[in-house]
């Protein structure tokens, strides 16, 4: 494992190479490659990784990539996982999730917005959650929305609720 550093990063690279039959298929190895890298700046902490399975019989390497944003400020957390372990690149599915507090006056509003994408498979669902919370009020709410070829389909619960009003909202 290699490993390099400095005061603002660390970086660790790894890897491993197994000979699954090496007396009769001497050429047939399998191997994995890891890296990590860690930088810290004024937004936060960010984590980058890389995991990569490679093998002659396999047509393309499995690749797995992520990273992470643990943040100080306004965002709180940011993080894509990326499974790139289909036969054509653009098959790829992409995970990603982001936790936001919002400045809002007198109070708290936490925004959360999880998606799913894959553009080959024509595939597109995000969730977007929020919380707010303030002197007068209280609320949260939920909208979902899936796009699967020409399809979309929305769902979405709002609550909210102070002393003169209180709202409700399904669909």
Request: hydrophobic share 35%; with cysteine.
């Amino acid at each position: 494992m290699q490993q390099g550093k400095n005061e603002a990063s660390q970086s660790y690279k790894g890897e491993v190479t197994v000979n699954l039959d090496k007396a009769n298929q001497p050429d047939q190895k399998l191997t994995i490659l890891t890296s990590l890298d860690i930088s810290k700046g004024k937004d936060g902490t960010t984590y980058s990784s890389d995991l990569k399975l490679t093998h002659p019989l396999i047509g393309k390497d499995l690749v797995v990539k992520g990273k992470t944003l643990v943040g100080t400020g306004q965002i709180l957390l940011d993080t894509s996982l990326t499974l790139d372990v289909f036969a054509k690149k653009n098959q790829a599915v992409v995970f990603s999730l982001k936790n936001e507090r919002v400045p809002i006056t007198d109070g708290y509003n936490m925004t959360s917005t999880l998606s799913v994408s894959s553009k080959a498979q024509k595939l597109d669902m995000t969730a977007i959650n929020h919380l707010v919370a303030t002197k007068n009020e209280v609320g949260f709410g939920s909208v979902i929305t899936c796009k699967h070829d020409a399809e979309e389909q929305v769902t979405a619960v709002l609550f909210s609720a102070n002393a003169a009003s209180l709202l409700v909202f399904a669909r």
